[in-house]
């Protein structure tokens, strides 16, 4: 744990919170709790920009790691990354399967499914992009992201204003995909790397710039929650949610105030383990973000039913990284440790 970053698993508590909370506000009939012009609810009928704001701690967390490898070890960064991600994401498919094959059908998933989530191309089709569960769409989006960020790397080195420019192009991109948002394949158009890749590309520089800024973060979160709650008064959230630049501009605002602003250490308070356990336990809080569905439709109202099943959630979530991730991740280390000192016994000797 010493080599955690606060600022980090702040973040990522963060996300997982915002989506769990996205997730139960539609389970629960999307309600609306409104204090004035404000929508309290709204945070969680925004919560699905905890994915965006996933999208630039991982940008930030992978060009640490690439940082601490060093450069040229373009295979052993592939592979530790596979080693991370791959070994937990099929045992939940496997789950997932074996949860609908007992009669809870959550989503579909046929052969044609449980290959392309195999091979990360579920996304490619509007068939397969929600199926088996509707969590996994990121889950391509990140491997592509793994697929792309050495060379992005090479941009980050030509200076920010390169990676400011990719970030740029990539934008006017999704304004142009979104220039018609209907049709079922609207979300495999916009919903994939070109889409997000800003946000990759927004952690990646707040990594290599790494300065803390108390103000500049606060007030990046202030606005964020500004939008949070005012927009589900103008946009049909339980239905059509917001044009994809408004999530983008939430989820960048989102991951530049927490890393700006939260510092590199846990603070001396009592929530800092609590955040740092469900830190290390997200990835799989996220893989099994929808078991609450497999509980009978709760009678309990909004205020009571909501707390309860989150905690449900978390606990299922915890006790699947225990059992899988955990000595998953144990496995892994052991692995990259092997290969990174294979991939640097490769690497020319510097002259001295």
């Known amino acids: ?9 702040l973040a990522r508590a963060t996300a997982i919170a915002l989506v769990t909370a996205y997730h139960l506000w539609r389970f629960f009939d999307a309600p609306a709790v409104w204090v004035g012009p404000f929508d309290v609810a709204g945070v969680a009928a925004m919560g699905f920009t ?3 704001l996933f999208f630039v701690v ?3 967390a992978v060009s640490l790691t690439w940082c601490r490898m060093g450069h040229g070890q373009v295979l052993a960064f592939w592979a530790t990354r596979f080693l991370r991600i791959y070994p937990p994401y099929v045992a939940a498919i496997g789950v997932w399967c074996a949860v609908m094959a007992a009669g809870y059908v959550v989503r579909p998933a046929g052969p044609t499914d449980i290959l392309t989530h195999l091979t ?3 996304t490619l089709q509007p068939q397969t992009f929600f199926s088996v569960s509707g969590v996994f769409w990121s889950l391509a989006v990140e491997a592509h992201f793994y697929l792309l960020f050495p060379f992005l790397m090479l941009l980050r080195r030509r200076g920010l204003g390169a990676l400011c420019a990719a970030s740029l192009l990539f934008s006017t ?3 142009l995909l979104q220039a018609d948002r209907q049709g079922a394949g609207t979300y495999v158009a916009s919903w994939n790397l070109a889409t997000f890749l800003p946000l990759f590309l927004l952690g990646m520089a707040l990594q290599r710039d790494d300065r803390r800024s108390m103000p500049a973060g606060l007030v990046a979160l202030g606005v964020a929650l500004l939008l949070m709650t005012t927009l589900p008064r103008y946009l049909d959230m339980a239905s059509g949610g917001p044009h994809l630049l408004d999530r983008l501009a939430v989820g960048a605002l989102l991951g530049f105030g927490i890393l700006r602003a939260a510092p590199s250490c846990p603070p001396a308070s009592r929530m800092a383990p609590a955040i740092t ?4 336990a997200s990835y799989s809080i996220y893989l099994y973000n929808y078991v609450f569905y497999l509980l009978p439709r709760s009678s309990f109202s909004a205020a009571i039913g909501f707390p309860l099943y989150a905690l449900f959630v978390f606990a299922v979530g915890i006790m699947m990284w225990a059992l899988v991730e ?10 990259a440790a092997t290969i990174h000192r294979q991939a640097a016994s490769r690497l020319p000797a510097r002259s001295s």
């Open 1 to 9: 744990m010493s080599e955690r970053l606060f600022q980090l698993d």
């Open 277 to 280: 356990t469900i830190a290390v």
């Open 50 to 52: 905890g994915v965006d």
């Open 173 to 175: 991109g999704v304004l």
């Open 120 to 122: 990360f191309t579920h």
């Open 58 to 60: 991982s940008g930030y």
């Open 326 to 335: 955990r000595p998953c991740e144990s496995v892994r280390r052991i692995m």
